[in-house]
């Protein structure tokens, strides 16, 4: 039997009350009392019938129930034990979705989706939003498109272009692994408790290759660190911070064709690549 809409703040409050659910604070829990984001989030993701999804945090099985509904085979993964009972009975009669206990940091993505890509669609509980998508990005999981609920703030960082106070490690990290666009704001008042801040729908889709060419990326990565670990120095001072001889740093800027005087935070991504592929050419 198909359940109620979950979306709804009536039909939320009286599955909190009748399982006895305590909300947990410390595990983002801010539940989504909403139809129309679940419907905007289903729509982003462009499901087709069959698909893999991954959801990360189903809560008492909102979004789950949209995603369900659309057709996806959905594999949802809850960290909170108490919830799994109730997920359960919330989404009896949907024999398309399969809960699994686990933290999302620690599990063995490659067990869970066996049959190769999928998406994941998430509500992410807020206090370990970078660490999650740096894990799906950098662990280059297999996923083509990733559609998720984060903090506003958060989502404004990811797309930030270069010279904005927005723009850091994650904006590189998000636009050099995929193509990112906000797909729209979210008050507070559509989650159960209200969060403190606005949020937003942020669309990532996985790029097939980066767009730029980086001979190594761990070098990469470690330039973009170096250039954002003291926003207020020069690169060349940010590239001495990060154990490179005073001369060396002005040869790999040099040959980079970047002024050592600029802010770490101005440089586009390929400016990124230019200084790392510098970099590990006066290594070799
Ligand atoms: N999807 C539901 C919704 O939209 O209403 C709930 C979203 S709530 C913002 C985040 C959910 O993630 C909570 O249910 C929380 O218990 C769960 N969670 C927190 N940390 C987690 C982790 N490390 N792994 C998996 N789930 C986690």
Redesign the pocket.
């Given at each position: 039997m198909i359940q109620p809409q979950i979306a709804n703040k009536e039909v939320t409050l009286h599955i909190l009350k009748t399982f006895g659910i305590r909300l947990?604070k410390k595990?983002?829990?801010?539940?989504?009392i909403d139809s129309d984001v679940v419907e905007r989030i289903v729509e982003a993701a462009d499901i087709q019938p069959g698909e893999q999804v991954l959801e990360?945090?189903?809560?008492?099985g909102?979004?789950?129930q949209g995603l369900a509904e659309a057709g996806a085979a959905v594999t949802s993964?809850?960290?909170?034990r108490h919830?799994i009972d109730i997920l359960a009975k919330t989404l009896e009669g949907y024999d398309n979705v399969r809960v699994i206990h686990?933290?999302?940091?620690k599990l063995d993505i490659s067990r869970e989706i066996p049959t190769g890509r999928c998406k994941i669609i998430?509500?992410?509980?807020y206090y370990?939003t970078t660490p999650i998508i740096m894990r799906i990005l950098e662990e280059r999981m297999p996923v083509e498109l990733l559609v998720t609920m984060v903090q506003k703030e958060v989502a404004e960082r990811m797309v930030a272009r270069p010279g904005t106070k927005e723009y850091g490690a994650l904006s590189v990290a998000v636009q050099y692994y995929t193509e990112p666009e906000i797909v729209f704001i979210v008050p507070p008042t559509a989650f159960i408790p209200s969060p403190a801040v606005e949020s937003a729908v942020i669309r990532c889709v996985i790029r097939k290759q980066p767009p730029v060419e980086v001979r190594q990326e761990k070098m990469f990565f470690r330039v973009v660190k170096a250039a954002f670990s003291q926003r207020r120095k020069t690169l060349q001072n940010c590239l001495k911070a990060a154990g490179l001889a005073a001369e060396t740093a002005s040869l790999v800027l040099e040959t980079a064709g970047i002024d050592g005087s600029r802010r770490g935070e101005t440089l586009s991504l390929s400016e990124f690549a230019a200084v790392a592929n510098a970099w590990s050419n006066v290594n070799r």
């Open positions: 947990q595990l983002g829990q801010n539940f989504l990360i945090g189903p809560g008492i909102t979004l789950t993964i809850e960290l909170d919830l686990g933290d999302f940091l998430a509500n992410l509980p370990i």
